[in-house]
């Protein structure tokens, strides 16, 4: 039998980068976590995050095509990246990118 470990407790009263990042100053995270300035391109792509929303990543621009409308939806996006809600029994179009009819991540197909 394999014994892992799945989790470890810290005293709050020791100074930690995680507890500074949720609920500490910024003078705090600069003190205690190290980090570093990465000046590359944010890759482009389209990642599933829940059932129902996507993240979209240097996409300019965004069509969903669902099954019971017959117009589709053009979505020009303007930030580096954007979370969008997933409707069940559309497809989405994402530049290069295609996500095919999202029903099976659905527990019932919805009438958008």
Not at 43 to 56: A, Q, S, V, Y
């Amino acid at each position: 039998m394999t014994c892992r470990k799945i989790l470890d407790l810290q005293s709050r009263t020791y100074p930690i980068c995680g507890l500074y990042l949720v609920e500490g100053s910024l003078e705090q995270i600069k003190d205690n976590c190290r980090y570093f300035v990465v000046r590359t391109p944010i890759p482009r792509g389209l990642f599933i995050l829940t059932k129902d929303l996507i993240l979209l990543k240097n996409i300019s621009s965004l069509t969903i095509q669902c099954v019971n409308q017959t117009s589709m939806e053009i979505v020009k996006l303007n930030h580096p990246q954007v979370v969008q809600n997933l409707h069940c029994s559309c497809e989405i179009f994402a530049d290069e990118f295609y996500l095919p009819i999202a029903s099976l991540l659905c527990d019932t197909i919805d009438n958008v």
